[in-house]
């Protein structure tokens, strides 16, 4: 197997991993979701040693609820089942500002008005002073 494929089967097996888990799954159920005997074959696909048929990467996704572009390394993020990205490579800006934007939103949905001039105050220190100048957060 040449060095790209082992390093591409590699990242699919470790985004793999990471999207099972988050399903909360284990190997044995997801071998079984996709059509595996037993979960010998997930093992070795989470660690990167073994290739997966397209078929078989398209149940993947099915069943874990997540973008073929994602398993096969086009973006580090997957969205949630309301359309907003959900992080998963927290060493990808994107996908940090994903996770951000995904906090904020809920953060800012349960507020009160109170709260989200509280927030905004926050924010507007954060990046450089309020209104006034303030950078302090009292």
Same mark, same amino acid.
């Given at each position: 197997?040449?060095?790209?494929?082992?390093?591409?089967?590699?990242?699919?097996?470790?985004?793999?991993?990471?999207?099972?888990?988050?399903?909360?799954?284990?190997?044995?159920?997801?071998?079984?979701?996709?059509? @595996?005997?037993?979960? #010998?074959?997930?093992?070795?696909? %989470?660690?990167?040693?073994?290739?997966? +048929?397209?078929?078989?990467?398209?149940?993947?996704?099915?069943?874990? &609820? =997540? &973008?073929?572009?994602?398993?096969?390394?086009?973006? &580090?993020?997957?969205?949630? %089942?309301?359309?907003?990205? =959900?992080?998963?490579?927290?060493?990808? +800006?994107?996908?940090?500002?994903? %996770?951000?934007?995904?906090?904020?939103?809920?953060?800012?949905?349960?507020?009160? +008005?109170?709260?989200?001039?509280?927030?905004?105050?926050?924010?507007?220190? @954060?990046?450089?002073?309020?209104?006034?100048?303030? #950078?302090?957060?009292?």
């Amino acid at each position: 197997m040449d060095k790209n494929k082992q390093v591409l089967l590699k990242e699919i097996g470790r985004k793999l991993r990471m999207a099972r888990m988050r399903r909360g799954m284990t190997q044995v159920e997801l071998a079984k979701a996709v059509g @595996y005997s037993d979960s #010998t074959t997930i093992h070795k696909i %989470e660690k990167g040693l073994q290739d997966i +048929p397209i078929s078989k990467i398209r149940a993947f996704c099915r069943v874990l &609820d =997540v &973008d073929f572009d994602y398993l096969k390394g086009d973006v &580090d993020y997957i969205y949630n %089942e309301q359309g907003i990205a =959900v992080m998963v490579n927290t060493h990808s +800006p994107e996908a940090q500002k994903a %996770e951000l934007m995904n906090s904020l939103t809920t953060l800012v949905k349960d507020s009160t +008005p109170e709260q989200l001039d509280a927030i905004i105050g926050i924010v507007k220190i @954060y990046l450089g002073g309020d209104k006034n100048g303030n #950078t302090d957060l009292e």
